[in-house]
């Protein structure tokens, strides 16, 4: 099963936004992912609101929201009228996951949770059940182009093993650092949703770059 390609609007070139959108539109990505940060909870500030409501009207396919933010249950509702459709907070962000969760899904979207690169996956052995989509974080979150880290792929497979045994239904996405050298070895490790950034913006043929990551496949990765 291919895996699915979100690229990161985060690193798109906003002087020529149209023409980014439209080049995911037209390519074999499967979402947009759009990082919101705060200036709190990470030491940056994205884009809010109006961004979004942009992105959502020329956009043909999900958008896949990361909020990187304190207190995300005050603005649930406000990202769903944006154009949510994916919706997925920090654990380390929320006092009530549970009840954010749920809150979630009664609004129509999909419900994600990431974890930060500190955080075991063992914090959400009692969670899994109630979200949609669990969000690795394979760099510390706050910028874009950031190096992955090593040992995020480990982390893939306790969470993969956790899934099965759970006999829960949440995709693994990662997001940090994924290229086209570590898309088959994440793939094969359990990954089923890839967060692309520079590694699809900054390259000579962003399309053709989705589709070769799109052909990561679960075989043993080449040493």
């Not at 200036?39 to 942009?54: A, L, M, Q, R, T």
Request: net charge negative; proline share 5%.
């Amino acid at each position: 099963m291919k895996p699915l390609i979100a690229p990161s609007i985060l690193s798109a070139d906003f002087g020529h936004l149209n023409r980014d959108i439209d080049t995911v539109n037209n390519s074999e990505a499967d979402w947009f992912h759009i990082d919101v940060m705060d200036g709190v909870f990470v030491p940056n500030i994205s884009f809010g609101f109006p961004v979004i409501k942009h992105i959502k009207k020329r956009a043909a396919k999900p958008l896949d929201v990361h909020l990187m933010i304190i207190d995300p249950d005050r603005y649930i509702e406000e990202f769903r009228d944006a154009g949510a459709d994916i919706l997925t907070v920090h654990y380390e962000a929320s006092v009530h996951l549970h009840r954010t969760l749920e809150h979630i899904r009664a609004l129509g979207m999909k419900a994600g949770v990431s974890i930060n690169p500190h955080t075991p996956v063992s914090c959400l052995e009692e969670i899994l059940k109630y979200t949609d989509l669990v969000l690795v974080m394979s760099v510390n979150p706050g910028f874009g182009g950031q190096s992955f880290i090593e040992g995020s792929t480990a982390k893939i497979e306790k969470l993969k093993d956790m899934i099965i045994e759970k006999q829960a239904n949440a995709l693994i996405e990662v997001d940090g650092g994924v290229n086209l050298h570590n898309a088959p070895e994440l793939v094969y490790a359990g990954a089923d949703v890839l967060v692309a950034g520079n590694s699809v913006f900054k390259s000579d043929d962003p399309a053709a770059t989705i589709s070769k990551m799109k052909k990561s496949n679960h075989s043993l990765p080449s040493t």
